[in-house]
């Protein structure tokens, strides 16, 4: 856009608020599945619409805070894998957090939550790229600030919404988590094979303590600089 000398005099040398530049990280909230993917289900609980609306509280709160942040999805569309991550990866982001819920098929009482990261990550894409700009990648500082932010939301969550706490996991083979360059990790919320955490997911009450528990743990990270 061009400011012109009208433009000029009316902001000053800084051009008019909507140019000026957001400098503040960018955490990437990702709702898991949607469109025809609706994910795990259990009880009448369908994971793309229960992941959607926690994504969603947890981006308000993250913004309350003073933290910037974007819904990969913000309805309930399809979004595939590679998608989430170029979002992340080409937006710059600080950190990527995805939301989900589990469903355990080896027992009904399994439930609570727990966080996974990606350790390597496998970046092979982006590597071309950032070799020819001399950027490095993928260093081991990474992994170790995927696994604080999943320390961090996990623990918050479970002060939060009182729910099990089922720890924090590397998962090589999870896309979204392995192929972003960020520090990046994949919360399961809770278990919809579970009666208790598939009954507490379908209210709005529990997701907002979810969601406040996330945006904590986040804004934590964010504060301790192990990024
Ligand atoms: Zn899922």
New binding site residues.
Partial sequence: MVVGLVGWFRWGWRGPPSDRIDRRPLVLVDA??GGVDG??QGFGVL?KRV?LATARAAADALRRRGVRAVLTRETDVALTLEERVAMANDRGAAAFVSV??NFSTASAAVRGVEVYYSDPKDLSAEVAVASLLGAPVGDAAVAAASIALADAIRTAIVRHADTPDRGTRNRPDLAVTRRTRCPAVLVECGYLSNPEDAARAATPAWRQQLAAGLAEGVAAWLAGGSR
Avoid: I, L, N, V
Wanted: no cysteine.
């Fill in positions: 898991g599945h994910g795990t994971e992941a989900h819920f």
